[in-house]
T-cell receptor, first 115, second 109 residues
Framework: DVKVTQSSRYLVKRTGEKVFLECVQD?????MFWYRQDPGLGLRLIYF???????EKGDIPEGYSVSREKKERFSLILESASTNQTSMYLC??????????????FGAGSRLTVL | GQNIDQPTEMTATEGAIVQINCTYQ??????LFWYQQHAGEAPTFLSY??LDGLEEKGRFSSFLSRSKGYSYLLLKELQMKDSASYLC??????????WGAGTKLIIKP
């Protein structure tokens, strides 16, 4: 089975701190994604990547950056955390295909609280 | 704008059948997905529909009508482990995924 592993399940940070959320997948997927999940809202895409060193902005990239130095690893960075970034962060990966389902495999999530 | 609507919460009884609806308005359509998410866990893929009709997978079925912008997920012979949130997502004309807010399904004995 494909596994997507997010290194931290729960984090508590203070306003202004730099935060790193790490995500690793073990099935050689080309595509990787970072979403945030908030109550009452659908998943919102922050950033995604189709290849190493490649990144594309999603719907809500402000306040975030990403890094993909290796195919299996996709990191989300909050340069200066703010309270409105308190959320559940979900990493996902998928194979590249120009047709078909491109099913996402998600990690278990990282719940970030910014005080 | 683009929009996915699904009920916030539903309650059903163990052993019964439940239908979770999803309506969508998107710019183009390239498939509809259903995911299941247990509390505190990762969403997991349930089904994919790109053509009209019913797709059956064991106790779960998913239906799509593209002309009506409508899908439903049908769960039969409900079990307690089916208590979860069910997420509907549509891939639009630009192949971007638009997500609904999810339906929390509560199963009672």
């Amino acid at each position: 089975d494909v596994k997507v592993t997010q290194s931290s399940r729960y984090l508590v940070k203070r306003t202004g701190e730099k935060v790193f959320l790490e995500c690793v997948q073990d099935m050689d997927h080309e595509n990787m994604f970072w979403y945030r999940q908030d109550p009452g809202l659908g998943l919102r895409l922050i950033y995604f990547s189709y290849d190493v060193k490649m990144k594309e902005k999603g719907d809500i990239p402000e306040g975030y950056s990403v890094s993909r130095e290796k195919k299996e690893r996709f990191s989300l960075i909050l340069e200066s955390a703010s309270t409105n970034q308190t959320s559940m962060y979900l990493c996902a990966s998928s194979l590249w295909s120009d047709s078909g389902a491109n099913v996402l495999t998600f990690g278990a999530g990282s719940r970030l609280t910014v005080l | 704008g683009q929009n996915i609507d699904q009920p916030t919460e539903m309650t059903a009884t163990e052993g019964a059948i439940v239908q979770i609806n999803c309506t969508y308005q998107t710019s183009g359509f390239n498939g509809l997905f259903w995911y299941q998410q247990h509390a505190g866990e990762a969403p997991t893929f349930l089904s994919y529909n790109v053509l009209d009709g019913l797709e059956e997978k064991g106790r779960f079925s998913s239906f799509l009508s593209r002309s009506k912008g409508y899908s439903y997920l049908l769960l039969k012979e409900l079990q307690m482990k089916d208590s979860a949130s069910y997420l509907c997502a549509v891939r639009d004309g630009n192949y971007q995924l638009i997500w609904g807010a999810g339906t929390k399904l509560i199963i009672k004995p």
